[in-house]
């Protein structure tokens, strides 16, 4: 019996009329469907139109459902990879389960989309043609040494942060990168986007104005930037 195929899927980051035609089609079409949170891909289905079985594969239950996924695909059913939102395997799970794939000989196709971090590059105005993705930076261990090291980057920085470190963060910034410029987008392609640029310190004068809810992208610019 032939393989099936894992798909990869970018699904939207906030707005459904993101979803491409490319990624619907295949969500219509394959047997199976793992996902982040079933809550979450449920509404985008319902959305759709789309019935399909959902496993749910999150970073908790990822190590012991990779056998489970794998066996069905060997076994000829075609599995949709999904995370709540953008693409996965980018600071979501999946990654041991496209490594595994690949290990075990299945074929992998990649269904583009949607990305936070790379829709909030585009529009910051700072550098794009290098830079670096550091996702989630740690939240206690590890936090300063990160921070400190990214102080000699010379790149763009994109990093990610949630609504309840966001302000723990422009305050680590303005300690030890005051002089670079900062773009913070918040909750993309939503109903209430919001982006604020400016240098630490001046967003932090904002922020106690601000509403403290949405996901975060935070780019900072280069050492040297004008």
């Given amino acids: ?27 219509k079409n394959i047997d199976f469907i793992a996902c982040e949170d079933t809550r979450v891909t449920s509404i985008l289905l319902k959305n759709f139109d789309i019935h399909r079985e959902l496993i749910s594969f999150n970073a908790q239950s990822e190590s012991r459902k990779i056998e489970y996924v794998l066996e ?3 076994n000829g059913e075609n599995c949709a990879l999904v995370s709540d939102a ?26 583009p989309g949607p990305n936070a971090a790379i829709l909030a590059l585009s529009i910051s105005g700072l550098p794009t043609d290098s830079f670096v993705f550091e996702g989630f930076i740690p939240q206690k261990k590890g936090r300063q040494k990160k921070l400190k090291e990214l102080c ?28 670079r410029f900062v773009v913070v987008c918040r909750e993309l392609t939503k109903m209430f986007e919001e982006s604020w640029r400016g240098y630490p310190k001046e967003l932090l004068e904002e922020f106690p104005n601000k509403t403290n809810k949405g996901e975060y992208v935070v780019i900072i610019s280069p050492i040297k930037w004008e």
Avoid at 152 to 174: M, Q, W
Wanted: a negative charge; aromatic letters at 8%; one cysteine or more.
């Fill in 1 to 27: 019996m032939a393989f099936g195929k894992l798909f990869v899927v970018a699904t939207p980051i906030g707005n459904l009329k993101d979803l491409s035609y490319r990624a619907e089609e295949t969500l």
């Fill in 72 to 74: 069905r695909i060997k």
């Fill in 86 to 111: 953008g693409t996965p395997c980018i600071s979501d799970p999946g990654v041991r389960l496209v490594n595994e794939a690949i290990k075990n000989g299945i074929e992998i196709a990649g269904i």
């Fill in 152 to 179: 000699d980057e010379k790149r763009t920085i994109v990093l990610y942060e949630s609504t309840y470190r966001i302000e723990k963060l422009l305050i680590e910034l303005n300690e030890y990168m005051p002089n």
